[in-house]
Every structure is written in C-alpha cells, then in structure tokens.
C-alpha cells in the first residue's frame, strides 16, 4: 500500500509570517493526485489544495501553494500571510489515478501566534 | 447538490457490545465510499472501502466490519467492541475517476468503555 509521511506533529508561525508543512510519500504509479487537507477544530476536513502527479507546474490557491517534486516524491505546503484561522490539523494525502483509495498522513498540527 | 451525513455523531459503547454506524450520500451515484479512524492525536487510518454494492475491501485486520447493501449507503460495524476502537470515524466518498477530491462526513466519536 502506499504510505504518506508527515514529519512534523506540530508547528508554530506568526501571524503574517510564512509556513512550509513537508510531506513526503511511496508509491510504484506514475499518475496520481495529492492533497492537503485541513481540519480544524470542529473536525470537519476542509479540502485546500490539490495536485496533479503529471502537472508539473505546482498549484497554487492564494495564499495557498505547493512544492511538488515528484522525483523526489516530496508534496510541500506554504502558507504565505499566516492568519489566524489558518490554525489547524494539515493533512497530506495521496490518491491513486483512478480515485478509488486515498490515504493520509499523520497530520501536523499548526499554531499561529498573534 | 452532493452531500453525506453519518450518524450517530457520539456514542458510548461498553466493551463487549455491538456497534453499527450508518452514512448516506445523497446526490450522486456510483460513489467510491469509505471509512476512516482518526485516534486521538493520530492520523487518518483507511479501514474500508466500496466501489460498489456488496464490494468491501479492508485495508487492516481488525474487528470492525462494512456493508454496502445499498449504492449510497454504507454501514461499519462490530459485534463485540474493544477499548481499542474507541476513537473519530470519519465517512467519506470521492466521484471515482471523475472525480477531484474526497468529501467527508461530519463523523461520529465512539468512546469505548
């Protein structure tokens, strides 16, 4: 089965500041979609971007972007101009091309500092 | 427009007993459907999932099992539970191949004990 890797439980930025969450994962498959997620504290998983494995050019959702290096298999998220709402449970994950299994990494959990 | 509602939202189970969570999507057809966990302070863990009626497949050995006795509708389950189940499940369903992402339910917290 293919494995999503977050290395970092918690993180911490300050408001206005900027924020990299690094996610790394194995797969055997040439095409498939990756994902950042976010839950905040009501639980409620939030999609907030999503990534095309033969895109090469890396997605981007205001304040929202990542650094997709597929060699590598590293799927990075930045969070430009941190915001208070922005705390919450990041979640990586990685789909198969044909959409019928999607698994998660651990979650980095994101504080923000006024 | 699509949505998915899965309840009960909260449970209380001693060990030993019976469990059935239920979630339907409304909306669509066909879904790829799924059950996940969520541990305290852990990751999401895939425990099934459907591409269609009666079509369960189980990513881990555990003592919960799924159905899918209708297309929208799919059912984890248990007939004794461990203090170990305990914990978030979380719904989810994706368009399959067309589809662009996997939307989730609003979950149930089940405290086993």
């Known amino acids: 089965a293919q494995t999503v890797t977050q290395s970092q439980p918690e993180m911490s930025v300050q408001e206005a500041e900027t924020v990299t969450l690094s996610c790394t994962y194995d797969t055997s498959e040439s095409d498939y979609y990756l994902f950042w997620y976010k839950q905040p504290p009501s639980r409620q998983m939030i999609l907030v971007i999503r990534q095309e494995a033969y895109k090469q050019q890396n997605a981007t959702e205001n304040r929202f972007s990542v650094n997709f290096q597929k060699a590598a298999k590293s799927f990075s998220l930045k969070i430009s101009d941190s915001q208070l709402g922005d705390a919450a449970m990041y979640f990586c994950?990685?789909?198969?091309?044909?959409?019928?299994?999607?698994?998660f990494g651990s979650g980095t959990k994101l504080n923000v500092k006024p | 427009s699509q949505t998915i509602h899965q309840w009960p939202a909260t449970l209380v189970q001693p060990v030993g007993s019976p469990l059935s969570l239920e979630c339907t999507v409304e909306g669509t057809s066909n879904p790829n459907l799924y059950w996940y966990r969520q541990a305290a302070g852990r990751g999401l863990q895939l425990l099934f999932y459907?591409?269609?009626?009666?079509?369960i497949s189980s990513e881990v050995p555990q003592n919960l099992s799924a159905s899918r006795p209708q297309d929208r509708q799919f059912i984890l389950s248990s007939k004794k539970l461990l203090l170990s189940d305990s914990g978030f499940y979380l719904c989810?369903?994706?368009?399959?191949?067309?589809?662009?992402?996997?939307?989730f339910g609003e979950g149930s917290w089940l405290t086993v004990v």
């Open positions: 459907s591409v269609g009626i009666g079509q």
């Open positions: 989810a369903w994706d368009r399959g191949a067309s589809g662009n992402t996997i939307y």
């Open positions: 994950a990685y789909s198969n091309y044909n959409f019928n299994k999607f698994y």
